[in-house]
């Protein structure tokens, strides 16, 4: 009779903790699809990158103002021409 308890206390145990895991990773999954939050843009000029800026617009600088541009196409390589 122990060894039938023993067993059954054993199996609801063991069902619990593979219940129990199988929540924590759904709300894994659900909060992390939450907490995802769109980059920054960030823009600068093109001629004084030192200029920073998180809206587009003109740069500040005197005598400049040429349009504010994402720091990320600054980064690109300039497509080479074929001859």
Do not use: E, R
């Not at 999954?29 to 800026?53: G, L, N």
């Amino acid at each position: 009779m122990k060894k039938v308890m023993l067993m059954a206390v054993a199996i609801m145990f063991s069902v619990a903790t593979v219940f129990a895991a199988g929540l924590h990773s759904v709300k894994a999954v659900a909060d992390t699809a939450k907490k995802a939050k769109p980059a920054k843009v960030v823009y600068t000029c093109p001629m004084h990158t030192d200029v920073i800026s998180y809206k587009p617009g003109k740069c500040p600088k005197p005598n400049c103002g040429m349009t504010m541009v994402k720091k990320t196409d600054l980064k690109k390589k300039p497509a080479t021409m074929k001859m």
